[in-house]
């Protein structure tokens, strides 16, 4: 209203004008000021369960099971990670997960790049149906595929291993492919052909000119990749038997069934959801730049 | 029948496409076509192995008694009318799941919008608090669910300390409430959703969108809801129909959340259809009618997915439409 009114107004007014101007800026300075104040209160929303989790896991069992509860730990009890970690048996889960996490990602990134590549530079005939082909492997449902898979793996007798978790990984991530090679594509032509006239063959270039401008949605892939493979619950939860082999988040699931009233361990059942959160907030703090460059240059907006 | 321009999706090829190709191809490019094959071999053989064959072997055994220690045995039409007309676990967890995603997804892709519509405004410490946002969706959802129950804890716990030293109110017992517990898991998804990739893609949009539309419409007048509901959503339109489709997707399969939470208690109130289906399959072991549930879900998926791609021919718009 207040744009429109000073441009309909004649060019004497010009002192009526800046009178405008001004009670508008001053609006403007308080919705910010309001603006910024909705923002902080729901990001103190959002951050409030993690601060109720840390503090929580800092207490000691009765401190923590106590009414009215504390704000925070009268004396931080630090000791309850190094607790979780050994009683509980999280550090054995940990290194469970991490050495799954980590073989599934050198799994995927490869494959998928490599397929990516294959997507993105060359003309076959049938690629944009087999294109499509990978694409809907996203919109498919884990259930239709779960039971079969377990008959499978339970009929190589590879149930209670981590091979049905792993193995998978290592023929390409729908999502990792269609991100990288969406990437792929915003490379000019022109570097691989000069690269090609130069004598280099299809590997060098993927090595040499691909990979280097590829890094933000290789970023991108890998925290997709990491956190797929860390937080994953139902794959683990149906291969794994014994709770030795269990990874982080089914470990947390058991222990939280363990838990009865006599012997209040809440505090540790804390200690272990930020025992497995932590890694994914250091992986995301390293990545975050190219994370969300590699989101958006891909171009996903449907 | 006028034939719409698709815009330039995701799907179309590199700009060389376009060239006629010859009727035979020359050795360069039947090598380069080798080559691309070799360079997607592994998709291809991922595909077949743990997509397609799985895919056909399920629905094999969708008519199948199948119990995994025997044989399969053929029984037609069985468990899809057993599951029909038979099993009453059955539509209460297809009501509990359908209640589930007719309330997450909308709440989600609109807190998600919102929360992008503010953080995209340039108020100060933005990116900080873009991460501030973002952070809850990086929880990995078992640590999220052992989070919750701690804070919805109903003699201990921090929401019903508050509510009684606060206001006095004796708070619910959340998820140990048959009334309550959708409700609590509403409000954790809600939590982890709002600031995921979906509430990124959103920014992606909005940064989109051309500032002359808003200039445009600065000069007309419109106020900050006709910006938001005249220029901003028909804009996005794409992304929120892609947010849309994902979320119904996933929305359907929750799993893990209510298993660890609530193990879809109490009074089956947040037992969903995967809980069912795991029940069925990996505690009863009787695979046949795990598959079936298991088709019945990708067959609602499918047919959800192509309602809404044809119904967005009503209501998105592609910008790039003309340029084709």
Redo the contacts between chains.
Sequence with gaps: ?Q??QS?NSPPGGKLANQGVNRGHRLRREIG?LL??A???A??LG??F??F??IS?SLKTGFE??????TLLPKVPQWSNYVEAWNAADLGQFFINSLFVTGLSLVGQIT?SF??A?????????G??L??????S?M??????????????FRYLGLINTYVPLIL?T???SAFS??LLR?FI?SIP?DLDESALIDGAN?LTILTRIIMPNCRPALAAVAIVGF?SS??A??GP??FLDSVKKYT???G??FL?GTIDDALPR?HL??A???I??FP??IV?VFA?KYF?QG??MS???? | MIRRETSPSPLAGPQTESRPAPRRMSLARRREAWQGYLFILPWMIGFLTFVVGPLLASLYYSFTYYPLLADPTWIGFENYLNALFKDRIFWLSVQRTLLWAITVVPLGIIGSFFAAVLLNRAIRGKTTFRVLFFLPSLTPEVAAAVLWVWILQPDVGVVNSVLKSWFGIRGPNWLASPDWALPSLILVALWTGIGSIRMLIFLAGLQSVPQELYDAGAVDGVNWWQKIWHITVPMISPTILLNLILGIIGSLQVFGLAFVTTAGGPAYATYFYALHLYQTAFRSFDMGYGSALAWFLFVTILVLTLIQISLSRRWVYYAGETKN
Excluded at chain 1, 145 to 151: D, S
């Design positions: 209203m744009t429109s441009l910010n603006l910024f909705l923002t902080a729901l990001a959002f951050m369960p993690f109720w989790s929580s923590a099971m106590a009414y009215p509860p494959s490599l397929v590549y294959g997507f993105a530079r060359f003309r076959f005939p690629r944009e087999l294109f499509i082909l990978c694409l492997g919109m498919m449902p884990v259930y239709v595929t779960i039971i079969p898979l377990f008959t499978m998978p290592y023929f390409g492919i269609f969406q594509m032509l299809r956190m860390w937080d619950f139902l939860l149906i982080l988040p089914l947390l699931w939280k809440d059942l804390m272990g959801a930020m497995a959160t994914v907030l995301f975050q969300v989101i958006v171009g996903i907006k449907g």
